[in-house]
């Protein structure tokens, strides 16, 4: 199995910019597919992005497309999201999930423990 550790959250003002790791240990990491999930106070824990095995699929949540951008460095066992333009209502508890799934919508078996990203206005 994969063991993941989330880092680079914070506070940021609207409109500013973050970037979230997730580096895995165990398992070769270039077997999984890689998803961010979000979790804000009250709410279900909701997709934000995820990405193939090799880096050459992403999907996006419709409110965070042309904000974030997910990446890979199977080299560095290391999945990177991008956080730009970010608005308040991204306040949430940001986790990282793995599947050795081919489908980036798949049922995601391995979790981080997560990293909170809180945006003021």
């Known amino acids: 199995q994969v063991q993941l550790v989330e880092s680079g959250g914070g506070l940021v003002q609207a409109g500013g910019s973050l970037r979230l790791s997730c580096v895995a240990s165990?398992?070769?990491?270039?077997?999984?597919?890689v998803g961010w999930f979000r979790q804000a106070p009250g709410k279900e824990r909701e997709f934000v992005s995820a990405?193939?095995?090799?880096?050459?699929?992403?999907l996006y949540a419709d409110d965070v497309k042309g904000r974030f951008t997910i990446s890979r460095d199977n080299a560095k066992n290391t999945v990177y999201l991008q956080m730009n333009e970010l608005r308040p209502e991204d306040t949430a508890v940001y986790y990282c999930?793995?599947?050795?799934?081919?489908?980036?919508?798949?049922?995601?078996?391995?979790w981080g423990q997560g990293t909170q990203v809180t945006v003021s206005s």
């Open positions: 999930a793995a599947t050795r799934s081919y489908g980036l919508t798949a049922h995601y078996g391995y």
């Open positions: 165990g398992r070769t990491f270039s077997d999984y597919t």
């Open positions: 990405i193939s095995w090799t880096g050459g699929r992403t």
